[in-house]
C-alpha cells in the first residue's frame, strides 16, 4: 500500500503529461477550420470579382437614375 502511495505523484504526472501530449498532437479540429478559411476566402474573391465586373455596369446604372431623378421635378 506505501508504494502506491509513492508512485501515486508520479502516476499523476505521466498521466497529466500524456493528457497535455495528446491535446498538443491532436489535429482533427484542424481540417474544419481551414475550411472554414477557404469559404471565407472563396466568398471574399466571388464578391470581388463580381463587383470589378459589374462595377462599371452599376456606376452607369447609378448616374442615369440620378439624372433621372433630377428631371422629375
Known sequence: MLKKLRN?????YLFTKGL??????DERGLSGVVVAILLILVAVLAVVMIWGFL????????????????NIN
Open 8 to 12: 501515486l505523484p508520479l502516476s499523476a
Open 55 to 70: 462595377g462599371g455596369w452599376l456606376a452607369d446604372l447609378w448616374e442615369t437614375i440620378v439624372g433621372e431623378a433630377g
Open 20 to 25: 497535455i501530449s495528446d491535446i498538443k498532437n
